[in-house]
């Protein structure tokens, strides 16, 4: 075995170097065609071979020299798009695309991955079987699955999968890392109510949207509490309203726009059931204020699930990372990520990693303005999946 942390410690600065200029360039989903060339070039000049899927999307397989003629392959992922956020940190690297920010992480990890290629393909000697590098773009709008239908994990055929999340909600030091179902299933929607414009001072000639909608923000909350069990957690969010044009007109279209999160789909509580929930309490809604609907969803993400045997192996990895088992956390969330559709697939682990230490005011809230990382974490997130592939593939 090579001297995993001192090979990491000496490509740090370029490490910190990569995420910086990803983070100056933020790129939104399949638009990361600036982040993508890099990538390749970054790849090509490791000696792997480069292939472009779904516009902006990068895949390079590494062949391990020491596999036999039947290996198995393990899948790295990596997302590359940013958010359409405006930058608010300061930073001397600050986002140079007005108006698009690396409010995610996503820059982080892009530039991990680049570094672990790195270090497996100077030791390719040593892999008994393949790993396969996928750069993901538009992950904040389900792009996996584009990717899955372009057939990323065949050719070859990808036995597990690997992905790491720089996480603010965890302390600089401590991971998130559980068994089973992690994240919640996500569904997203976009919500028009229809009725009549005319003048507030004869309401009776009209049909209120903005009432309606009111209305259907406030009935939709009895679905986690009358509807499901209160045991069972979903949060029915909306995070946008828009409607109306001036004070005293009575507006004829409200839209909304919003998420549904759910953990543990069962028998009790899934999909099917809570989106034929979810519509029966705007239609009823609507029929009682004598307004007409639109409902539409967004491709969204399942939930996102822990392979027990996988994330053994990555606890392992971790107890030599940090040299210590006592700094992992359960992990759960009803956030969404869309990891999750390779993780319905094949044997998967996503590992959370604590970035938070208000010094370095790295603990705001991802997808804020002033949401940074702790650059120092990076090179844990790079020794975490060097070793977790190495203990994959050469069990």
């Not at 490490?15 to 065609?33: N, S, T």
């Not at 995070?239 to 543990?264: D, H, M, Q």
């Amino acid at each position: 075995m090579f001297d995993i942390k001192k090979e990491v410690a000496e490509l740090e600065n370029e490490l910190i170097a990569l995420r910086r200029d990803f983070h100056q360039y933020p790129e939104l989903g399949y638009q990361e065609f600036l982040t993508s060339k890099k990538v390749c070039g970054y790849l090509t000049a490791l000696g792997l071979e480069v292939e472009t899927v779904t516009q902006t999307g990068v895949v390079a397989t590494l062949k391990g020299e020491a596999a036999p003629e039947k290996c198995k392959t393990i899948m790295l992922r990596a997302d590359m798009d940013a958010l359409p956020v405006t930058e608010d940190t300061g930073l001397p690297f600050a986002s140079r695309n007005p108006g698009i920010m690396h409010a995610c992480g996503h820059d982080g990890h892009t530039a991990i991955q680049l570094i672990v290629a790195k270090l497996l393909c100077r030791h390719k000697d040593m892999l008994q079987g393949n790993v396969k590098f996928v750069f993901q773009p538009n992950e904040e709008e389900a792009g996996a699955l584009n990717m899955i239908e372009a057939g990323v994990l065949e050719n070859p055929h990808v036995d597990a999968a690997l992905a790491l999340h720089l996480w603010s909600p965890i302390s600089t030091g401590r991971i998130g890392l559980s068994e089973g179902p992690i994240l919640g299933t996500t569904e997203e929607f976009e919500l028009e109510i229809i009725g009549k414009a005319g003048h507030t001072s004869t309401p009776h000639t009209a049909k209120d949207a903005l009432l309606g909608a009111c209305n259907v923000v406030q009935a939709v909350q009895q679905l986690g509490t009358r509807e499901f069990n209160p045991l069972l957690p979903i949060a029915v969010m909306f995070g946008y309203i828009n409607g109306g044009t001036a004070r005293n007109i009575i507006t004829g279209s409200v839209k909304l726009g919003g998420t549904i999160r759910f953990l543990f789909p069962d028998e009790e509580i899934n999909k099917p059931k809570v989106l034929e929930a979810f519509e029966r309490v705007i239609k009823g809604t609507c029929m009682a204020n004598d307004l007409d609907y639109k409902l539409k969803y967004i491709p969204s993400n399942p939930s996102l699930f822990n392979s027990s045997d996988m994330v053994s192996i990555v606890k392992d990895a971790a107890a030599q990372v940090f040299e210590t088992r006592g700094n992992v956390d359960e992990f759960k969330s009803l956030a969404g990520e869309d990891f999750a559709e390779f993780s319905q697939r094949v044997p998967s682990v996503m590992t959370w990693v604590g970035i938070a230490d208000a010094k370095k005011k790295s603990d705001f809230p991802h997808h804020h303005a002033k949401f940074d990382i702790d650059e120092s974490v990076m090179k844990y997130g790079v020794e975490l999946q060097v070793r977790s592939v190495l203990a994959y593939l050469n069990k």
